[in-house]
């Protein structure tokens, strides 16, 4: 079955360190995105990648970055610097460049602050 | 600024109901998502709508471009509806989508 892969599911982070999040896809999708979500409010976008090599920043980048070096994976990297990183963070892929094509989510990983 | 806006923001309904959840946008779309989150968290797309109506099994989405209004109806709802439903629009201008808060759905069997 195609689909999106998030790991892991719940994740902790000690002050001052980086964490990595995995998202890989089997469903040949060209753009890949992360979103963030927090309660009471709509996902928000960090960053996303059209295509292999490249990525751009979405509303709320800072103190995130992230890699696209194979189609199918696009980690995401929480820095030191995101003073609030405690959210929900959803990984989706779509059809590059198609209005009426859905995005594919994945289940999510859960970030906490120890 | 949020200019999704999503009602109700919860609903309960008697199992066998039918429910009617609206999305409220300020410009111009390109295309409108509703998805389905699950109490895990986990995202399922429903539809994706630019003009008029679709149905899959129990579900409509209908979208009015005019009035900048979509609807999400379920028929003969069931316990296992409960989620929370979002709805994301792409703006003319945009490349990405902006997301609703998501209305939060409690059917009681």
């Known amino acids: 079955d195609g689909g999106i892969t998030q790991s892991p599911k719940y994740l902790f982070r000690k002050e001052g360190q980086n964490v990595t999040l995995s998202c890989e896809q089997n469903?040949?999708?060209?753009?890949m995105y992360w979103y963030r979500q927090d309660p009471g409010q709509g996902l928000r976008l960090i960053y996303y990648s059209q295509i292999v090599n490249d990525f751009q920043k979405g509303d709320i980048a800072e103190g995130y970055s992230v890699s696209r070096e194979k189609k199918e994976s696009f980690p995401l990297t929480v820095t030191s610097a995101q003073k609030n990183p405690t959210a929900f963070y959803l990984c989706?892929?779509?059809?590059?460049?198609?209005?009426?094509?859905?995005?594919?989510f994945g289940d999510g990983t859960r970030l906490s602050i120890l | 600024k949020n200019e999704v806006e999503q009602s109700p923001q919860n609903l309960t309904a008697q199992e066998g109901e039918f429910i009617t959840i609206n999305c409220s946008y300020s410009v111009g779309i390109s295309a409108l998502h509703w998805l389905q989150q699950h109490p895990g968290g986990g995202i399922v797309s429903l539809f994706m709508l630019s003009s008029g109506k679709k149905k899959h099994g129990r579900l409509i989405a209908t979208i009015n471009i005019q009035e900048k209004h979509s609807s999400l109806h379920i028929t003969a709802s069931h316990p296992r509806d409960s989620a929370v439903y979002i709805c994301?629009?792409?703006?003319?201008?945009?490349?990405?989508?902006?997301f609703g808060t998501g209305t939060s759905l409690t059917v009681i069997p």
């Open positions: 989706a892929s779509s059809i590059r460049g198609s209005d009426d094509q859905p995005q594919h």
């Open positions: 994301a629009v792409k703006w003319y201008t945009g490349n990405q989508f902006y």
């Open positions: 469903l040949n999708h060209d753009a």
